[in-house]
């Protein structure tokens, strides 16, 4: 069996595909297979995969009309042979020894999953550290597993790697068709899987691409990341799982003057807030049912 599945969906990426590829490729860890979803590019990514497909007989390159991430990545993990998976956008790049360091903690504590850190470069040249471990810990309770990785405010899908198995037996998938598609995948399996493992010193690196899919499509964003909201606060309430409250927020009105926040109003089912100049809390009243 092949040890690790790596699955890298790619709609319009040429400008840091090479770099994306680069860090995958030269991984310290070998037994790697990688699984290539080109998701209709017009851009000259395909020829950049075939390029690299030529030179690495790992490379598995799958290309198709355009149909979202969810389904670019549920068509790899269909495909997929590794007894673990990991996942890299195509804008991102990782450390040369994040899959070896994820799959030796993970094969030492027997771990559904183990996670990694995250930093987050931006083209000024400032890093931010979105994510860190301070050391290797194994977690059992799902109270533990959503603190550790901060969630629900951090449901990252590639930081991770995660055994197959225990993706099948939860007969997990990618919602298709809508972005945010792994805010519900990742919060059902961590909830779900026994156990996890945390892995410091080891990075993924999130590229902040003002030119992404999320960041492209303002309005299907707003819709998609409430329907991901309502998801994640109906899986919440059926599994008796706290969250802060502002994941429960069902509506938020900015009122603007000239560009400037004046009012801002957060909706809840039983509250509204009101903030000053979007910050200041001034008011606060209770809806009735």
């Keep these: 069996m092949i040890k690790i599945s790596v699955i890298i969906p790619v709609y319009n990426v040429e400008k840091y595909l090479r770099r994306c590829l680069d860090s995958v490729i030269n991984q310290t860890f070998r037994d790697l297979e990688i699984i290539c979803v080109?998701?209709?590019?017009?851009?000259?990514?395909?020829?950049?995969?075939?390029?690299?497909?030529?030179?690495?007989?790992?490379?598995?390159?799958?290309?198709?009309?355009?149909?979202?991430?969810?389904?670019?990545?549920?068509?790899?993990?269909?495909?997929?042979?590794?007894?673990?998976?990991?996942?890299?956008?195509?804008?991102?790049?990782?450390?040369?020894?994040?899959?070896?360091?994820?799959?030796?903690?993970?094969?030492?504590?027997?771990?559904?999953?183990?996670?990694?850190?995250?930093?987050?470069?931006?083209?000024?040249?400032?890093?931010?550290?979105?994510?860190?471990?301070?050391?290797?810990?194994?977690?059992?309770?799902?109270?533990?597993?959503?603190?550790?990785?901060?969630?629900?405010?951090?449901?990252?899908?590639?930081?991770?790697?995660?055994?197959?198995?225990?993706?099948?037996?939860?007969n997990l998938s990618f919602k298709e068709g809508v972005l945010f598609e792994d805010i519900s995948f990742i919060i059902r399996f961590i909830y779900f899987s026994h156990t996890l493992v945390t892995v410091p010193g080891v990075f993924y690196h999130y590229w902040a691409n003002n030119k992404s899919v999320t960041r492209d499509m303002r309005d299907k964003n707003q819709i998609d990341l409430i329907a991901a909201r309502v998801d994640l606060i109906k899986f919440s309430r059926e599994h008796h799982i706290t969250f802060d409250e502002k994941y429960y927020i069902k509506k938020k009105i900015t009122y603007k003057s000239f560009g400037i926040p004046i009012l801002r109003i957060d909706e809840w089912e039983t509250i509204k807030k009101y903030y000053l100049f979007g910050l200041i809390p001034f008011l606060e009243k209770r809806i009735s049912l």
């Design 38 to 170: 080109n998701d209709g590019s017009t851009d000259d990514s395909l020829h950049i995969f075939e390029e690299y497909k030529k030179q690495d007989d790992r490379i598995i390159l799958l290309n198709q009309e355009n149909m979202g991430q969810g389904n670019a990545r549920n068509i790899g993990l269909k495909i997929a042979r590794g007894e673990y998976i990991g996942f890299v956008d195509a804008d991102d790049w990782i450390d040369l020894n994040f899959f070896e360091k994820l799959y030796e903690a993970a094969k030492k504590y027997d771990a559904d999953v183990a996670c990694a850190e995250i930093k987050r470069p931006h083209a000024n040249g400032k890093i931010s550290n979105k994510l860190r471990f301070w050391k290797e810990d194994v977690l059992h309770t799902h109270t533990e597993k959503y603190a550790v990785n901060n969630m629900p405010r951090q449901c990252y899908v590639w930081n991770k790697i995660y055994k197959k198995s225990e993706i099948g037996r939860q």
